[in-house]
């Protein structure tokens, strides 16, 4: 059967589909590689971000789709944003190698931290939600200049049991702020599973206290996850003030490398979760389209892994960085 794809969202075409599964590819097998690595004793952690690559693709489109200019504030475990903005595999395996040239933080700082603006990209700290209020506050500059700048706020379902999450939304919305909290809800929060943390089932619901708009959607449906993205980018351009995202995405490894999570979820569950995968439902989408054939995945999956392994070769022969310079940017230099 034949899979109609004429009536897509506004801004998304066939072709952006077909991108945005060459990305996922490259993605996964980058992710793959990373983990790899820090079993090798290689990369010292990793947040996996297997299961959430189309909701972090998805909304990269929206925002490149429905606005006149972004910035991303991520979190941990956005590998596809970063990829989607820029950051090229080498680069990121310097982050996670922590090696010179690392473009980020310099490789001070945990794997996929600091700032790369040229790529519209910030992430401060891996302290939970602690950016939240940074990127409203981004979003508070932007409007004050009278720029287009729509932020794009990224989370976890555990984010939004801290504090400093309830107070920027609140924030935002009293000062109808150009901003889009996107909430990628993998249902656990390291090891606490979302009914422990909260007593809601949507945490979408909890945008009308603050006053906007809020909605949940399956996270591993690109088209589903652009189509509310793109709601939400289109309504912070227009002024309208900021939209709380829940993007219903999977977890199929641990929290991080860290984390043991044989301890608090059964194998069954993870292989419940697996059958969503997004990467296998945009390839089965594809094909019953008529746009992906076994032989272009093959293609595809073969260039991902080349492009991987040179990537991988650059970041172990990079030097460490040098002691030299360790004090900048710490200390005020006094001249």
């Known amino acids: 059967m034949t899979q109609n794809l004429e009536n897509l969202p506004k801004g998304l075409n066939p072709e952006d589909l077909v991108d945005i599964y060459a990305k996922?590819?490259?993605?996964?097998?980058?992710?793959?590689?990373?983990?790899?690595?820090?079993?090798?004793?290689?990369?010292?952690?990793?947040?996996?971000?297997?299961?959430?690559?189309?909701a972090q693709l998805?909304?990269?489109?929206?925002?490149?789709?429905?606005?006149?200019?972004?910035?991303?504030?991520?979190?941990y475990r956005d590998l596809?944003?970063?990829?989607?903005?820029?950051?090229?595999?080498?680069?990121?395996?310097?982050?996670?190698?922590?090696?010179?040239?690392?473009?980020?933080?310099?490789?001070?700082?945990?794997?996929?931290?600091?700032?790369?603006?040229?790529?519209?990209?910030?992430?401060?700290?891996?302290?939970?939600?602690?950016?939240?209020?940074?990127?409203v506050g981004w979003a508070l500059a932007a409007k004050m200049r009278g720029d287009k700048t729509v932020v794009a706020a990224y989370m976890g379902d555990g984010a939004t049991s801290q504090g400093e999450v309830h107070e920027a939304m609140n924030f935002a919305s009293v000062l109808k702020l150009p901003v889009v909290f996107i909430v990628e809800n993998n249902k656990y929060a390291i090891s606490v599973p979302q009914h422990k943390q909260m007593n809601?089932?949507?945490?979408?619901?909890?945008?009308?206290?603050?006053?906007?708009?809020?909605?949940?959607?399956?996270?591993?449906?690109?088209?589903?996850?652009?189509?509310?993205?793109?709601?939400?980018?289109e309504r912070a351009a227009r002024g309208k003030g900021p939209s709380l995202v829940e993007l219903e995405v999977e977890r199929y490894l641990p929290h991080t490398s860290d984390d043991d999570d044989s301890v608090y979820r059964a194998k069954a569950e993870i292989d419940e979760a697996?059958?969503?995968?997004?990467?296998?439902?945009?390839?089965d989408l594809l094909a019953s389209a008529g746009l992906m054939t076994d032989e272009r995945d093959v293609e595809l999956r073969e260039s991902a892994r080349r492009e991987i392994d040179a990537a991988t070769d650059a970041a172990e022969a990079a030097p460490f960085p040098s002691d030299r310079d360790v004090l900048e940017h710490v200390f005020e230099e006094v001249r």
């Open 200 to 233: 809601v089932k949507q945490i979408s619901s909890r945008a009308a206290g603050y006053g906007m708009t809020g909605v949940t959607v399956d996270g591993t449906d690109v088209i589903a996850s652009y189509e509310a993205c793109a709601e939400a980018v």
């Open 80 to 135: 596809a944003v970063t990829v989607a903005q820029g950051l090229t595999p080498t680069e990121t395996l310097l982050g996670f190698l922590a090696k010179e040239g690392e473009p980020m933080s310099g490789a001070r700082q945990f794997p996929q931290h600091g700032a790369i603006l040229d790529k519209k990209v910030i992430n401060i700290s891996n302290v939970v939600s602690t950016h939240i209020p940074h990127a």
């Open 24 to 54: 996922m590819v490259l993605i996964r097998t980058l992710d793959e590689r990373i983990w790899a690595m820090n079993r090798q004793g290689k990369a010292a952690i990793v947040a996996s971000s297997q299961g959430h690559e189309a």
């Open 58 to 75: 998805a909304s990269v489109w929206a925002l490149r789709h429905h606005s006149e200019d972004y910035f991303c504030f991520t979190y």
């Open 274 to 283: 697996r059958k969503r995968d997004p990467l296998v439902k945009l390839k």
